[in-house]
């Protein structure tokens, strides 16, 4: 990697190394398939794993997973998905298992714990050191969204009263992780958190400044129970490293670092957008690793939802039986109305929900919404009817009544959808509900009910047909 | 703050004192509102302006943000949106913008000077040393969305044979920020990039080691011009906290930091959810800032499109006239199985173009995914056949024929639909563009036509109906 590659080659060259050392492990060039895989960093490595279990089973990965350094082994096993995990934990012998288990940082530490069998997780524990154990039962404890389930314990504690040249040795001595190690946390007697030192200021300052100088007692902090989505809007809010965890005591119980926000952040849009496409998942498993019964326990049930609220707009429908077969030209206008005011709902819809996730929109500003939307919808309502009457008179050569219906339910259907897009999310918000529960699949049946309603109504107030 | 509060206390405190400030700033009791304002941290700080902003108009904020301690005023300058900037500036005297841009971290310069109109950024820039003005042209030309946007030129350089004391010294009198301090950089002749060192190393070695047995040389580094997706997805995989950029001589001509990321993946993710709802929107102006006809702009193609598309759908229909007037109950049905041919879709598309952004389905899967579909739309389409049958027969008490027209087609229109939402983005992806775009809009008009096609022409043969 001495030269400068873009990102297309250097996947490319990733890619026919990864096919290198597959075809090296086929040919039994354990040696060789390790020196090749040991030219990456661990988290590459990682992937090569993932890739080499998937293509030539798990035999074969442990026996090159055994060949890595024990320290490689360990970090690589800490990038890998937890369904590899699992399967290289099963087979490993369990002293193998207890040395990674007990060189993993922290959080991976209780991230792997959480996923292992019950019984693996007792063997592990019984060889733990008391102070240890109980600390790993306090953290597999917490519920799994919430800020303390993202903490690690492993930070840098100093005394106001220490010095900087002090602090600095402690730093040398504990000798910590890279993450955790920038900023430096100031406990009071009780273990309440007083303040926070970066390391940055601990390197400027001169040996004898004392830490009670340089601590900001001014820190922004989250509480154990916050929920993981509010601790990742403060990472973004302000640019943090790391920020620390309190109890309700104020002790200072972990901290969060914001390499594991980035998942956190991943994870969370992941499910907003699927449950805006109408999937309830509430599983971290991939598409590809998920089986075929659970992709239909997730979709189904708005599936079916969806099937009753159209089945409910086709009864509608039938009432107006009359009105369709005296015009029967009206039916082929249907879908166009329907649809159209589906996809204008899921527009205005989308941009609110995610406008509220990022913290652009706020629910005091409903009313701004429902004015920009009326506009907007106003304005779009217009265009669409001006060109479906065109389309409708010109072209398909109907009557001018019938332009006119389709015109004049087009805007009245483009503006319920946009309005009901913009504001049921915020509706939904402000009870207590998700909002993305409220996009696409929501909106787009409410918004075809209304329209077929609308356009059946209005055709035959129009073109004077009795119901 | 000394309290230990939950997310919404603390919101809530906000909220309160924002308007106390408000109020205050009402009553022209400036110094106490600044006195009250000045308890929070620049990016609070920042938000309390930009409600000032909001509710008092410019010149309250402006009296405001001059009574601010310079460098606080340019911290929170810094941490403004754009428009506020610009309204910020265009109060101001032409000194105190020189002084605030000049104060400012170099990547939050460039943002600024970006936006700032042209005869500003002039006037700036004759002011600026001759170095630092070619430094700053360089900068503004990068393209907006590449890693050279994003990347600062203030990093820590070390020399290989610098001993760690010297390094420790170095790092002293530079005083760098405290997002940059952390990676430091060693360089050969020629700026060329031999290696890293991270400061906890630096700390935790000894003072008379060299440099050159601390740096890490298998560094995973990014070009300036790979696209800023993909220097997110980089600082995901591996989880730093920096990472250095080089040019194609592998120079290193700057760094980017883990906080400018959390930003991009922002709105990089806003971006694919807006096109995948059919909104075009290039610029990041936020839902309430953006005006009416923007908003209309955006929205317009796709509605036009899908239009377009649905009218073609009203023809095939009307093509089909002789069967629905023989059989008018089956207008009814008609909505019922394009709309669930729709969500189906969607529901798979969404899977599929989130599972690509993520990296965890690559195009190299595609008969996975289809097989995969392939089942999964099989299971939810007979459930949901089975369910609509009986609707039809035993709620509705249609013909039994009637009933197995819905039901066939009901799960044809679900394979296609799953099998379309799981594939096309991919070959979208294949040809090169972008999968968002092949969203729920884009599959749902395919479905739409599909689904009329399939019903009428099942309806004609299972009825005996000749079209």
Not at 373 to 390: D, K, Q
Not at 435 to 457: K, Q, R
Request: aromatic share 8%.
């Amino acid at each position: 990697m001495s030269e400068t590659m873009d990102m297309d080659t250097k996947m490319q060259q990733f890619d026919e190394d990864v096919e290198k050392i597959i075809s090296l492990l086929e040919e039994k060039a354990y040696f060789k398939a390790r020196d090749e895989i040991l030219k990456y960093n661990e988290v590459d490595i990682g992937e090569v794993l993932e890739e080499v279990l998937e293509e030539l089973g798990v035999e074969k990965t442990i026996i090159l997973f055994r060949m890595l350094p024990k320290d490689v082994a360990v970090e690589v096993f800490s990038y890998l998905p937890t369904d590899d995990q699992l399967e290289i934990v099963q087979g490993i012998t369990d002293r193998e298992i207890s040395y990674i288990i007990q060189e993993l940082d922290f959080d991976d530490k209780i991230d792997v714990l959480e996923e292992l069998p019950a019984n693996i997780v007792d063997k592990i524990l019984e060889k733990t050191p008391k102070e240890e154990r109980k600390l790993i039962n306090t953290f597999l404890n917490y519920p799994d969204t919430c800020a303390g389930s993202l903490m690690t314990p492993d930070y840098i504690s100093l005394q106001e009263t220490m010095t900087v040249a002090e602090a600095m040795a402690h730093i040398k001595r504990e000798g910590m992780d890279s993450e955790t190690v920038y900023t430096c946390y100031v406990k009071k007697r009780g273990r309440k958190l007083e303040g926070i030192v970066s390391l940055r200021a601990l390197v400027i300052a001169d040996d004898d400044t004392l830490i009670s100088e340089l601590m900001n007692t001014d820190y922004v902090y989250v509480s154990v129970y916050d929920d993981q989505e509010e601790v990742a809007e403060t990472f973004k809010k302000y640019g943090f490293l790391a920020i620390p965890v309190v109890d309700k005591e104020h002790r200072l119980v972990g901290i969060i670092t914001v390499d594991d926000i980035l998942d956190v952040i991943e994870e969370e849009t992941t499910e907003d957008m699927e449950r805006m496409a109408g999937v309830m998942d509430d599983s971290d498993t991939e598409y590809l690793d998920m089986g075929v019964f659970r992709h239909v326990r997730n979709r189904l049930p708005w599936l079916i939802f969806l099937t009753v609220s159209l089945m409910i707009t086709g009864t509608i429908i039938t009432k107006f039986e009359a009105v369709l077969a005296q015009v029967i030209v009206l039916v082929s206008y249907l879908p166009l109305l329907m649809g159209t005011g589906g996809n204008a709902g899921s527009q205005a819809g989308t941009l609110i929900i995610r406008g509220m996730a990022v913290d652009d929109i706020d629910l005091k500003d409903a009313f701004k919404v429902f004015w920009k939307e009326l506009r907007v919808s106003i304005i779009l309502g217009v265009i669409l009817s001006a060109f479906n009457m065109a389309k409708v008179v010109f072209i398909d050569g109907q009557s001018v009544m019938i332009g006119l219906t389709v015109a004049a339910s087009m805007i009245l259907i483009i503006m319920f959808a946009k309005l009901v897009g913009g504001l049921l999310p915020m509706a939904a918000k402000k009870i207590g509900i998700d909002p993305a529960l409220m996009a696409t699949p929501m909106i787009s049946s409410l918004t075809d009910m209304v329209s077929a309603v609308t356009f059946l109504v209005i055709a035959s107030l129009l073109l004077g047909i009795s119901l």
